[in-house]
T-cell receptor, first 110, second 116 residues
Framework: GIQVEQSPPDLILQEGANSTLRCNFS?????LQWFHQNPWGQLINLFY???GTKQNGRLSATTVATERYSLLYISSSQTTDSGVYFC????????????FGKGTKLSVKP | KAGVTQTPRYLIKTRGQQVTLSCSPI?????VSWYQQTPGQGLQFLFE???????NKGNFPGRFSGRQFSNSRSEMNVSTLELGDSALYLC???????????????FGPGTRLTVT
């Protein structure tokens, strides 16, 4: 089956720093989403980005589907950005369930 | 629009019991998917319901079952609970069937189940 690999697994930043999270996937996909899991466990939608580039405030994301990777950029990080970031994909031609990576745990220190 | 809601938020059960979790999707959404999150296995797909029919099922034993009602609300049931069923159970809603792959999925806050 498809492999979804996220890197780095852990990231510690000082408030105000920038970061890049990466998601590699091993098969063709027609859906890719980035989520932020808050301390209470809810998955918050960040981006729906099967291809191209999107920006939302301090966050932006780029997916290069032909090269099978996606990047999530966080600029001027804040302590509230702490948590786990997940990438999830739906394989092209599959029954449509999201397949998640193991996540990147981000800690932003004041 | 109200988001995806799940009830109850927390649950403690004893091994061997059964449990029913509920999920109400975003208004107008017709697909509900269920996922299990554990520290060891991460986020894993359980099943998807669309138009009251199970469209897709993950690799879980038959003790895990679900259903969807005509108003798109969904329930999942776990019978004969085991310690390993302790997990966060998340449901997601989408406007159309997930296999179409081109609709964003939105998650509820989850139900945290502890089996003792």
């Amino acid at each position: 089956g498809i492999q979804v690999e996220q890197s780095p697994p852990d990231l510690i930043l000082q408030e105000g720093a920038n970061s890049t999270l990466r998601c590699n996937f091993s098969d063709s996909v027609n859906n890719l989403q980035w989520f932020h899991q808050n301390p209470w466990g809810q998955l918050i939608n960040l981006f729906y980005i099967p291809s191209g580039t999107k920006q939302n405030g301090r966050l932006s994301a780029t997916t290069v589907a032909t090269e099978r990777y996606s990047l999530l950029y966080i600029s001027s990080s804040q302590t509230t950005d702490s948590g786990v970031y997940f990438c999830a994909v739906i394989v092209s031609g599959s029954q449509g369930n999201l397949i998640f990576g193991k996540g990147t745990k981000l800690s932003v220190k004041p | 629009k109200a988001g995806v809601t799940q009830t109850p938020r927390y649950l403690i059960k004893t091994r061997g019991q059964q449990v029913t979790l509920s999920c109400s999707p975003i208004s107008g959404h017709r697909s509900v998917s269920w996922y299990q999150q554990t520290p060891g296995q991460g986020l894993q797909f359980l099943f998807e319901y669309f138009s009251e029919t199970q469209r897709n099922k993950g690799n879980f034993p038959g003790r895990f079952s679900g259903r969807q009602f005509s108003n798109s609300r969904s329930e999942m049931n776990v019978s004969t609970l085991e310690l390993g069923d302790s997990a966060l159970y998340l449901c997601a809603s989408s406007p159309e069937a997930a296999y179409r792959g081109r609709h964003e999925q939105y998650f509820g806050p989850g139900t945290r189940l502890t089996v003792t």
